[in-house]
C-alpha cells in the first residue's frame, strides 16, 4: 500500500495534470473560481482590519456575513453623526445627499432594505461617497462581487468631490496582486453607541411610501422624523 504523503510539499510533487483532460472552457472556470475565492478572501482580510467591529466580536463564517455585520454598524454610525437629523430635516424638502444617506440608514437598521438601497443610490449619483460604501457593503451582504466592486470604484471616484459629507471615515485599498480591483476599509466609531433597531422600526414604521419601477414601494421622509432621530440617538449619548 502506498503511503500517504508526510508533508505538503510532497503531496504536491505526487500531483499530476493530465494533458487534453480539460476542455479550455473547464480551464478557464476554474481559473474564475480561483479568482473569485481569491478575492473573497481578500475582501475579508480588509474587511477584518482593526477598525471592524467583527474584527473585535470575532470574524463570522463568510464575507456576507462580515458585510451585514459591517453594513449595520456603518449605519449606526452615520445616524450617531452630529449632522445625520439636520440633514434629514432638510432632505424632507431640499434632497440634501447626505440627508438621503443617513434616511437611508435608518431603513436598513429597520429592515427596509429596498428603500434603503434606493436613497443610497440617489445620494451616491449626488456625489456622496459613502453612501457609495453603503451599496458596496450592500451588494457584499448579497454575494454580488460584481456590483460591489462597481461600488468600490465609484467611491474611489466620488471621495474627492467637493463639499464631502462623510460622517465615518472610509479608504479605499488596492489589493495587491493577483487580486484585482479595490476594496473599501471602515473607520468604525470606537464609542460603540447603537440605537435599537427596533426603536428605528417603530420611528419609520408609519411613513409614507411611494411606488418606484424595479425598488416597490418607497419610504418618504416626514417632517419630525429628524426630532425621532435626536431624541432616539440621545439615549445613547
Known amino acids: 500500500m502506498r503511503r500517504a504523503p508526510r508533508t505538503i510539499e510532497e503531496a504536491l510533487r505526487r500531483t499530476r495534470v493530465f494533458d487534453g483532460r480539460y476542455t479550455a472552457q473547464q480551464l478557464e472556470d476554474s481559473r474564475r473560481r480561483i479568482t473569485e475565492q481569491l478575492t473573497e478572501l481578500r475582501w475579508m482580510q480588509l474587511l477584518a482590519g482593526p477598525g471592524s467591529p467583527t474584527h473585535r466580536l470575532g470574524p463570522p463564517a463568510a464575507l456576507h456575513e462580515r458585510a451585514a455585520h459591517d453594513l449595520r454598524a456603518l449605519c449606526q454610525g452615520v445616524i450617531h453623526d452630529a449632522d445625520a437629523a439636520r440633514r434629514i430635516a432638510r432632505f424632507d424638502t431640499a434632497?440634501?445627499?447626505g440627508g438621503a444617506?443617513?434616511?437611508a440608514c435608518l431603513l436598513v437598521l429597520a429592515d427596509r432594505e429596498e428603500g434603503a438601497q434606493f436613497w443610497w443610490q440617489f445620494a451616491a449619483g449626488a456625489g456622496n461617497a459613502t453612501s457609495a460604501v453603503c451599496l458596496y457593503l450592500l451588494h457584499l451582504r448579497r454575494g454580488e462581487l460584481r456590483d460591489?466592486?462597481?461600488?468600490?470604484?465609484?467611491t474611489?471616484?466620488?471621495e474627492d468631490e467637493p463639499c464631502q459629507y462623510t460622517p465615518v471615515a472610509h479608504e479605499v485599498l488596492e489589493p495587491a496582486p493577483?487580486?484585482?480591483g479595490v476594496a473599501v476599509h471602515i473607520a468604525f466609531p470606537q464609542d460603540g453607541a447603537v440605537v435599537p433597531e427596533d426603536a428605528v422600526r417603530d420611528a419609520v414604521q408609519d411613513l409614507d411610501a411611494c411606488q418606484v419601477d424595479g425598488f416597490g414601494p418607497i419610504p418618504q421622509p416626514s417632517p419630525d422624523l429628524a426630532h425621532q432621530l435626536e431624541d432616539?440617538?440621545?439615549t445613547t449619548r
Open 95 to 97: 434632497r440634501d445627499p
Open 101 to 103: 444617506l443617513a434616511f
Open 148 to 154: 460591489a466592486q462597481h461600488w468600490a470604484q465609484q
Open 156 to 158: 474611489a471616484a466620488l
Open 178 to 180: 493577483p487580486i484585482v
Open 232 to 234: 432616539l440617538v440621545g
